[in-house]
């Protein structure tokens, strides 16, 4: 009866519409059709799962669409430590300004995040009315080429290594590099 009872007040309140995008718990993809009992939502991966419209009245439900097709998207981009800040900042702007995807209002904005381990690390938020990943793998795309053409570098994760038994170490590796070797058999020979 609860679920008869959800899809009269989906039906009449509208909260949720064939088309919109929406993420139910771990659920994320379009409602393709509304049911008197259920609802089907057709994830980005193909797959069809059918709702039931009581978890779309009482569960958190987020409506990606629901008063505008507009969605943010939020490009981390990271650095090598030594370039200049500003500069990254620049060419991130120019980036985001160029994409014709991209709106411009509001407008992208670019970070400077912080400082993590491996890089200097910004940030692209920029809000798109088009299909928001292709819009960021694009982006992704751009950045790089842009960063490339500056001559800055994209670093990779940089971990120290601390010795504390070098010696056991030294006398290990030594003993591995002296022991005989055994050369494969030859396959002519079977």
Not at 26 to 45: E, P, Q
Not at 53 to 63: K, Q, W, Y
Not at 76 to 91: C, H, I, N
Not at 100 to 118: H, I, K, N, Q, T
């Amino acid at each position: 009866m609860n679920n008869f009872v959800s899809g009269a007040i989906l039906l009449f309140e509208r909260p949720i519409r064939v088309g919109d995008w929406v993420q139910v718990e771990d659920l994320f993809g379009v409602v393709s059709t509304f049911g008197i009992r259920a609802s089907k939502v057709r994830t980005f991966d193909g797959a069809d799962v059918i709702v039931p419209n009581g978890d779309l009245i009482s569960a958190r439900v987020t409506n990606w669409t629901l008063s505008d097709r507009k969605r943010r998207v939020i490009l981390p981009v990271g650095v090598a430590y030594g370039t200049p800040p500003r500069r990254v900042l620049e060419l991130l702007e120019e980036v985001a300004h160029a994409h014709p995807d991209v709106l411009s209002e509001p407008a992208p904005v670019v970070l400077f995040r912080g400082f993590g381990d491996s890089a200097l690390n910004f940030e692209i938020r920029a809000f798109t009315e088009e299909d928001w990943l292709r819009v960021m793998s694009e982006l992704a795309v751009a950045t790089t080429e842009a960063l490339e053409a500056a001559g800055i570098t994209i670093p990779f994760p940089q971990r120290d290594l601390h010795l504390r038994n070098l010696p056991e170490l030294r006398d290990a590796l030594k003993e591995v590099s002296q022991s005989p070797r055994r050369e494969p058999p030859d396959e002519r020979s079977s």
